[in-house]
């Protein structure tokens, strides 16, 4: 099934506008589309301590597991001009546990896969 960027974009750039953020200005949502079709989306929330502050992928991932759960198989995430904004590499790595196989991400660089940007990642398999 052909991934359709342009709603994932739509979808995350609606998410921008849930955004809570009172002190660097900066919404960002994302969206993400799971294995079995569903879209999933995410946004940020600030706070004043800004250690705990959630990026908009931990509220996807929330957004996912409340949902039922799954793997994502396409990615995509912007700040509320609709500019691409690629993962840090926290994200990153919380992307990687949900990903399916392959998974794709929309970056100003084109698509990308989650083991481009995060390559030799650790996981699940890493464990006893």
Do not use: K
């Not at 908009?56 to 799954?70: D, F, Q, Y």
Request: aromatic share 4%.
């Amino acid at each position: 099934m052909p991934i359709d960027w342009a709603a994932l974009r739509a979808a995350a750039l609606a998410a921008t506008e849930h955004s809570y953020a009172p002190y660097s200005g900066l919404a960002v949502g994302c969206a993400a589309l799971v294995t079995d079709g569903r879209i999933v989306t995410g946004c940020n929330v600030e706070n004043a301590s800004y250690g705990l502050t959630l990026c908009a992928e931990c509220t996807m991932l929330g957004a996912l597991h409340l949902g039922g759960g799954g793997q994502l198989r396409a990615f995509v995430c912007v700040d509320g001009a609709n500019a691409l904004l690629t993962p840090c590499g926290r994200c990153r790595q919380l992307l990687h546990e949900a990903a399916a196989p392959g998974m794709l991400l929309a970056t100003a660089r084109g698509e990308r896969t989650i083991d481009e940007l995060l390559p030799d990642a650790f996981g699940p398999a890493a464990l006893p």
